[in-house]
Nanobody, 123 residues
Framework: QVQLVESGGGLVQAGGSLRLSCAASGRTFSNYYMGWFRQAPGKEREFVAR????????YYADSVKGRFTISRDNAKNTVYLQMNSLKPEDTAVYYC????????????????WGQGTQVTVSS
Protein backbone atom coordinates (compact mmCIF):
# COMPACT_ATOMS: atom_id res chain seq x y z
CA GLN A 1 0.00 0.00 0.00
CA VAL A 2 1.13 3.55 -0.70
CA GLN A 3 0.27 6.76 1.14
CA LEU A 4 -0.09 10.00 -0.82
CA VAL A 5 0.13 13.59 0.41
CA GLU A 6 -0.52 16.54 -1.90
CA SER A 7 0.83 20.04 -1.40
CA GLY A 8 1.31 23.25 -3.32
CA GLY A 9 -2.24 24.46 -3.69
CA GLY A 10 -3.29 28.01 -3.01
CA LEU A 11 -4.85 31.18 -4.35
CA VAL A 12 -3.57 32.57 -7.65
CA GLN A 13 -4.78 35.12 -10.16
CA ALA A 14 -5.92 34.08 -13.60
CA GLY A 15 -2.95 33.63 -15.89
CA GLY A 16 -0.71 32.62 -13.04
CA SER A 17 1.03 29.34 -12.24
CA LEU A 18 1.20 26.80 -9.47
CA ARG A 19 3.08 23.54 -9.04
CA LEU A 20 1.41 20.77 -7.11
CA SER A 21 3.41 17.98 -5.52
CA CYS A 22 2.31 14.56 -4.39
CA ALA A 23 4.69 12.76 -2.05
CA ALA A 24 4.36 9.00 -1.77
CA SER A 25 5.44 6.71 1.02
CA GLY A 26 5.12 3.02 1.61
CA ARG A 27 5.62 0.66 -1.28
CA THR A 28 8.05 1.22 -4.17
CA PHE A 29 6.90 4.40 -5.87
CA SER A 30 8.30 3.48 -9.27
CA ASN A 31 5.87 0.56 -9.44
CA TYR A 32 2.90 2.91 -9.59
CA TYR A 33 1.09 4.61 -12.40
CA MET A 34 0.06 8.05 -11.15
CA GLY A 35 -2.83 10.32 -11.94
CA TRP A 36 -4.13 13.76 -11.05
CA PHE A 37 -7.85 14.41 -10.71
CA ARG A 38 -9.84 17.43 -9.59
CA GLN A 39 -13.24 18.19 -8.15
CA ALA A 40 -14.87 21.59 -8.43
CA PRO A 41 -17.70 22.64 -6.11
CA GLY A 42 -20.94 20.95 -7.06
CA LYS A 43 -19.28 18.84 -9.75
CA GLU A 44 -18.04 15.29 -10.04
CA ARG A 45 -14.37 14.50 -9.78
CA GLU A 46 -12.69 14.55 -13.19
CA PHE A 47 -9.48 13.31 -14.73
CA VAL A 48 -6.68 15.83 -15.29
CA ALA A 49 -3.49 13.97 -16.21
CA ARG A 50 -1.73 10.63 -15.88
CA UNK A 51 1.84 9.39 -16.10
CA UNK A 52 3.37 5.98 -16.55
CA UNK A 53 5.65 4.39 -13.98
CA UNK A 54 8.77 5.47 -15.86
CA UNK A 55 7.51 8.92 -16.77
CA UNK A 56 7.90 8.21 -20.46
CA UNK A 57 4.19 8.35 -21.21
CA UNK A 58 1.74 11.07 -20.23
CA TYR A 59 -1.81 11.94 -21.13
CA TYR A 60 -3.98 14.99 -20.44
CA ALA A 61 -7.58 16.01 -20.39
CA ASP A 62 -8.40 18.32 -23.28
CA SER A 63 -9.27 21.10 -20.85
CA VAL A 64 -5.68 21.30 -19.55
CA LYS A 65 -3.64 20.16 -22.54
CA GLY A 66 -0.90 22.65 -23.36
CA ARG A 67 -1.20 24.37 -19.98
CA PHE A 68 -0.51 21.61 -17.44
CA THR A 69 2.46 19.26 -17.26
CA ILE A 70 2.65 16.08 -15.20
CA SER A 71 6.05 14.71 -14.24
CA ARG A 72 7.60 12.47 -11.63
CA ASP A 73 10.86 11.99 -9.78
CA ASN A 74 11.09 8.38 -8.69
CA ALA A 75 14.19 9.08 -6.64
CA LYS A 76 12.13 11.53 -4.56
CA ASN A 77 8.93 9.45 -4.58
CA THR A 78 7.08 12.49 -5.90
CA VAL A 79 4.78 13.31 -8.79
CA TYR A 80 4.20 16.91 -9.87
CA LEU A 81 1.58 18.88 -11.71
CA GLN A 82 2.86 22.14 -13.17
CA MET A 83 -0.11 24.36 -13.93
CA ASN A 84 0.37 27.41 -16.13
CA SER A 85 -2.04 29.95 -17.62
CA LEU A 86 -4.53 29.14 -14.91
CA LYS A 87 -8.18 29.99 -15.44
CA PRO A 88 -11.00 30.49 -12.92
CA GLU A 89 -12.53 27.24 -14.16
CA ASP A 90 -9.43 25.40 -12.91
CA THR A 91 -10.60 26.13 -9.35
CA ALA A 92 -11.01 22.78 -7.61
CA VAL A 93 -9.60 20.40 -5.06
CA TYR A 94 -6.80 18.50 -6.77
CA TYR A 95 -6.09 14.89 -5.89
CA CYS A 96 -3.28 12.56 -6.81
CA UNK A 97 -3.95 8.87 -7.18
CA UNK A 98 -1.90 5.71 -7.64
CA UNK A 99 -2.36 2.35 -9.25
CA UNK A 100 -0.06 -0.60 -9.82
CA UNK A 101 -2.17 -2.16 -12.50
CA UNK A 102 -3.52 0.42 -14.86
CA UNK A 103 -2.73 3.55 -16.82
CA UNK A 104 -6.22 5.00 -16.84
CA UNK A 105 -8.36 8.14 -16.97
CA UNK A 106 -11.01 6.57 -14.73
CA UNK A 107 -10.93 7.23 -11.00
CA UNK A 108 -12.26 3.77 -10.17
CA UNK A 109 -9.01 2.33 -11.55
CA UNK A 110 -6.95 4.00 -8.82
CA UNK A 111 -7.19 2.41 -5.37
CA UNK A 112 -4.94 4.89 -3.58
CA TRP A 113 -5.72 8.59 -3.10
CA GLY A 114 -4.36 11.59 -1.32
CA GLN A 115 -6.44 13.98 0.75
CA GLY A 116 -6.43 16.72 -1.87
CA THR A 117 -5.14 20.27 -2.09
CA GLN A 118 -7.27 23.33 -2.87
CA VAL A 119 -6.49 25.44 -5.92
CA THR A 120 -8.40 28.70 -6.29
CA VAL A 121 -7.99 30.90 -9.35
CA SER A 122 -9.38 34.41 -9.12
CA SER A 123 -10.51 36.40 -12.14
Amino acid sequence: QVQLVESGGGLVQAGGSLRLSCAASGRTFSNYYMGWFRQAPGKEREFVARISWSGANTYYADSVKGRFTISRDNAKNTVYLQMNSLKPEDTAVYYCAASTSTYSVYEYAYPYWGQGTQVTVSS
